[in-house]
């Protein structure tokens, strides 16, 4: 059984910065083998993708929405992938997710395997 813990969500003013962790396990999971994903959802919308990140950190990709503003990472070693989140807005308001999937990278919401529970983060004006 996978289980991914998100942490680190809460209540900031814009302009503020959040780092989002999200720490895995599974007796037979094996972190390294996986792309992560980070995934958000607003009251009353679908959830969307933020950003990914493949097995290594090597390759990364993010939603034009937080282009620029927001880095994902990886440590291996801890089976933890992170979320830098900087210039935080209100439309940033949502729960945010980490989810994992084999092989390569990918930014559709079907094709993640494991999901979390998921951390609020509610950016006010």
């Known amino acids: 059984q996978v289980q991914l813990v998100e942490s680190g969500g809460g209540l900031v003013q814009a302009g503020d910065s959040l780092r989002l962790s999200c720490t895995a396990s599974?007796?037979?999971?094996?972190?390294?083998?996986?792309?992560m994903g980070w995934f958000r959802q607003a009251p009353g919308k679908e959830r969307e993708f933020v950003a990914a990140?493949?097995?290594?950190?090597?390759?990364?990709w993010y939603a034009d929405s937080v282009k620029g503003r927001a880095t994902i990472s990886r440590d291996n070693a801890k089976n933890t992938v992170y979320l830098q989140m900087n210039s935080l807005k209100p439309e940033d308001t949502a729960v945010y997710y980490c989810?994992?999937?084999?092989?390569?990278?990918?930014?559709?919401?079907?094709?993640?395997?494991?999901w979390g529970q998921g951390t609020q983060v509610t950016v006010s004006s």
């Open positions: 989810a994992a999937r084999r092989r390569t990278l990918a930014t559709m919401v079907a094709t993640y395997d494991y």
């Open positions: 990140v493949n097995w290594s950190g090597v390759s990364t």
């Open positions: 599974g007796r037979t999971f094996s972190f390294s083998s996986y792309a």
